[in-house]
């Protein structure tokens, strides 16, 4: 594919700023991220008014109710991103760290962390990502080109200019955070083949964005996941904590990739805890699909299909499954997981022991919420993705995992 002048100059500019962000001193970037932060707060007006325009849109357009929520910002959601940068600044500066030694011949050997390099981000809706992306990079001395979705396109305009500015002024090169403005599709693609300029992808949206970048990009891709994550309620539960905690999981913020999907509950517990889970679910406005033994205690279930179990619905939606036992309970996952967050709630302490060893996932809980697989609820200050593949990066990733690293060795003339 021909890529444009325009992604052309796009890509070289974010080169260049990543040659002089590679030494660029913590001290200079954590300034220019304080002016990123102050600059949100005084241009809370301005960005709501653009994303006022993305909200009408999206409304117009028939989007459903949880994309469109994801989509809103409001005064508290900008306090939460300019909170979220105050977050970064606090973390170590992952550049630079490592460990030093010495050989027998005398070598001395410093593994030391370095940036990546050019970022680029292509995600959907949240504009927050703008925010959190360009933080993130910024403070592990990289680059970023962003490109978001359509539906937020006058936030995101606003937000990159605004941040970008910030940094510039307080002793960032220029270049350091740029944002695609066109929307057509062919400019992502162009992004995928960005191979001189693009050190790395990261897809952060639905199955269909991700799955896009995985097959089209000749860039390195880190996959962020799919999120069919799931909840099983063991037959030593306590069933107050396990409506608590099922019940935060899937409604707390159902649009996004860490919430709940897929409840498998212990037979021995069903008649016992389904009803108690499933009027809370009908009178919030949860639709049940459920096997035939959940359709035979809840007469208000949907029967679900066999699409359901693999199905993110990132909506009020959750199917749900009896289980003879634990070892069902971890055939369907290892069957239907996505390897994203699941969790068991028990009081036994060997059969979660067994589950979080047994669970192939980025992040295995026991008696807590889902919710919880998020780099600021990890102490990460903010997150680019939550990484479900098992190189280089897993799970909430944050500034070490936007680094790599680079063997620097002194000697005094050996050879070999």
Same mark, same amino acid.
């Given at each position: ?7 052309? &100059? ?24 304080? &002016? ?13 008014? &653009? ?27 900008? @306090? ?29 050997? /410093? ?9 680029? @981000? ?7 990502? *703008? ?5 993130? !990079?910024?403070?592990?001395?990289? &680059? ?73 990009? *000749? ?6 996941? *799919?999120?069919? !994550? /799931?909840?099983?309620?063991?037959? +030593? ?24 999907? *897929? ?44 699409? +359901? ?30 390897? /994203? ?50 190189? /280089? ?24």
């Amino acid at each position: 594919m021909e890529i444009s002048q325009e992604m052309i &100059a796009i890509g070289q500019k974010a080169k260049d700023a990543a040659r002089r962000l590679a030494f660029t001193g913590t001290e200079t970037k954590n300034k220019a991220l304080a &002016a990123m932060a102050e600059a949100l707060l005084q241009n809370q007006a301005h960005i709501l008014s &653009a994303n006022a325009k993305d909200v009408e849109a999206a409304e117009k357009k028939g989007l459903r109710k949880s994309l469109v929520n994801r989509l809103q910002l409001t005064e508290k959601k900008i @306090m939460e991103m300019s909170e979220a940068i105050q977050d970064v600044i606090a973390l170590p500066d992952p550049v630079g760290a490592g460990e030093f030694w010495t050989r027998p011949n005398g070598l001395r050997i /410093h593994k030391t962390r370095v940036p990546l390099g050019v970022v680029a @981000m292509i995600y959907e809706a949240r504009p927050n990502v *703008t925010v959190d992306a360009a933080a993130l !990079c910024l403070k592990s001395g990289n &680059a970023c080109v962003l490109r978001g979705g359509s539906e937020a396109i006058e936030s995101n305009k606003v937000l990159a200019q605004i941040i970008a500015e910030a940094a510039e002024n307080n002793g960032c090169p220029a270049g350091s955070i740029q944002l695609v403005a066109k929307t057509d599709r062919q400019y992502a693609v162009q992004l995928m083949k960005m191979n001189k300029y693009i050190d790395v992808i990261i897809p952060r949206g639905g199955t269909g964005l991700i799955q896009s970048v995985i097959e089209n990009s *000749t860039v390195p891709v880190i996959e962020t996941g *799919t999120g069919v !994550c /799931h909840a099983l309620v063991d037959k +030593d539960a306590d069933l107050e904590k396990a409506v608590n905690i099922v019940f935060n999981s899937k409604t707390q913020k159902p649009e996004v990739c860490n919430a709940l999907e *897929t409840l498998l509950v212990h037979e021995d517990v069903a008649e016992s805890y389904l009803p108690l889970i499933g009027q809370k679910f009908k009178d919030y406005g949860v639709e049940i699909r459920g096997c035939e033994k959940v359709q035979s205690i809840l007469p208000y279930a949907q029967p679900a299909q066999d699409e +359901d179990w693999s199905a993110e619905y990132l909506d009020l939606i959750i199917s749900v499954k009896v289980v003879r036992d634990l070892d069902e309970a971890l055939d369907h996952i290892y069957q239907y997981s996505t390897k /994203h967050s699941e969790t068991i709630i028990t009081e036994n302490y060997s059969t979660a022991q067994r589950f979080i060893n047994e669970i192939d996932a980025a992040a295995v809980y026991t008696n807590v919420s889902t919710r919880f697989t998020d780099g600021g609820r990890f102490g990460f200050g903010a997150e680019i993705g939550i990484s479900t593949q098992k190189l /280089h990066a897993r799970g909430p990733m944050a500034l070490p995992e936007l680094t790599t690293f680079k063997f620097m060795v002194y000697g005094d003339g050996q050879i070999v």
